[in-house]
T-cell receptor
Framework: AQTVTQSQPEMSVQEAETVTLSCTYDTSESDYYLFWYKQPPSRQMILVIR????KQQNATENRFSVNFQKAAKSFSLKISDSQLGDAAMYFCAYRDSNYQLIWGAGTKLIIKP | DTGVSQDPRHKITKRGQNVTFRCDPISEHNRLYWYRQTLGQGPEFLTYFQNEAQLEKSRLLSDRFSAERPKGSFSTLEIQRTEQGDSAMYLC????????????FGPGTRLTVL
């Protein structure tokens, strides 16, 4: 069965600095999708960035980028120029061939002004 | 706002009572998912629908839980004879067809069982 591990329960970063959140996963499938979702306090879960496993190029969305290492089964999220609005729980998720999402336990990101 | 709504946002009930939650997905989305999220954890899959058909249920979903999606539109999740361990956030997500499409989440229903 697939598993997703986020080893950092909490991370903090100074405003305008860069932070990297870690995620590792385990799977025997070769084709899958990986996601980072953001869940602000008392607000809805929203998609931050998506990576397709068959694409070697790392996905980027403005200040958000990933470092996808397929052989190492690693999928980290880099947030550049951190802003106060980035404070949230960040969840890494793996989508299997049945379109189900398997989630990590989350990383709480604190932005220091 | 993602376009997915859930009602109620909060529910407090006594142990042993039945509760029902509703999810209204984005109208053109044919897949609908239910998750349960406890404090400090990621969501856990409960069940999902493609149109009106319930295609899979998690082992986590005991016989006290039932879900429906009549006519492939809104969905309801009912918990019978609630227990304190049912206290959690219940999330609904919808997605259009196709492997690339993301899940859009509702705000969740927070259930507290006293």
């Amino acid at each position: 069965a697939q598993t997703v591990t986020q080893s950092q329960p909490e991370m903090s970063v100074q405003e305008a600095e860069t932070v990297t959140l870690s995620c590792t996963y385990d799977t025997s499938e070769s084709d899958y999708y990986l996601f980072w979702y953001k869940q602000p306090p008392s607000r809805q879960m929203i998609l931050v960035i998506r990576q397709e496993a068959y694409k070697q190029q790392n996905a980027t969305e403005n200040r958000f980028s990933v470092n996808f290492q397929k052989a190492a089964k690693s999928f980290s999220l880099k947030i550049s120029d951190s802003q106060l609005g980035d404070a949230a729980m960040y969840f890494c998720a793996y989508r299997d061939s049945n379109y189900q999402l398997i989630w990590g336990a989350g990383t709480k990101l604190i932005i220091k002004p | 706002d993602t376009g997915v709504s859930q009602d109620p946002r909060h529910k407090i009930t006594k142990r042993g009572q039945n509760v029902t939650f509703r999810c209204d997905p984005i109208s053109e989305h044919n897949r609908l998912y239910w998750y349960r999220q406890t404090l400090g954890q990621g969501p856990e899959f409960l069940t999902y629908f493609q149109n009106e058909a319930q295609l899979e249920k998690s082992r986590l979903l005991s016989d006290r839980f039932s879900a429906e999606r009549p006519k492939g539109s809104f969905s309801t999740l009912e918990i019978q004879r609630t227990e304190q361990g049912d206290s959690a956030m219940y999330l609904c997500a919808s997605v259009a067809g196709g492997p690339k499409n993301e899940q859009f989440f509702g705000p969740g229903t927070r259930l507290t069982v006293l």
